[in-house]
């Protein structure tokens, strides 16, 4: 099955179905404590899937000066149609790092969305695109020259280390499948996405028989242990 193909079969799961599927596979994927912000605040019709366009920023202060020469082309130019733009930025920046202009450039560009580790700034505006926008809080600050990004168009974009479930670190590399909903952002390696799409499609029918028993009075060990032993 083509990797076009396997996205469409995902697009009948949420964000929590892959997380099962991935945790059966002993492969980390969820990136906590990223909400959606826009097109509204966790609207339950809204999810994105695709393939991650990594972005890396980094501090810039006395110690860590800016890079020279600075790049001709700018990371959201180069952001692939039908990608997810994932944006890394230090954790004790308060600066926002994504805004409505940039999000524009990626909404024309064809973007499905994009997922902020760190802060995002005018969400009138944001919410306003319609565009879908996912991150870790907001702010009214722009980068202001605070960070640049670390991303480098005549080579590829980085491997982002992150903090996973646990706060285990993981790594999410360009390629990689996001996926997005009101239950949050989910990572799956490029090399397990048909096992997952193949797990989710097994177990969906299960948790539809569990929810089904449960409502008609089973108790939920009965149940848990009829099912999923």
Known sequence: MSTAELLAELDSFTACDVADALQKLSVLGFIPDISMYSPQWLDPTVKIIGPAFTVKMVKVDSENPPPTPKSSVHFVDQVPSGSVLFITAPSDCTNAVVGGLL?????????????????????????????????????????????????????????????????????????????????????????????????????????????????????????????RP
């Open 103 to 227: 999000a524009t450039r990626a909404q024309v560009l064809g973007a499905s969305g994009i997922v902020v580790n760190g802060r995002i700034r005018d969400l009138d505006e944001l919410q306003e695109m319609g565009f879908p926008v996912f991150a870790k809080g907001q702010s009214c600050v722009g980068t202001g020259g605070r960070v640049v990004s670390a991303f480098n168009p005549a080579i590829s974009s980085p491997r982002i280390l992150v903090q996973g479930d646990m706060g285990i670190p993981m790594w999410v590399t360009n390629g990689d499948i996001l996926v997005a909903d009101l239950n949050g952002v989910v990572r799956i390696p490029q090399d397990q996405l048909e096992a997952v799409v193949d797990l989710c499609k097994r177990c969906q029918p299960i948790e539809a028989q569990c929810q089904r028993d449960i409502q008609n009075g089973h108790g939920f060990r009965e149940t848990l242990a009829k099912y």
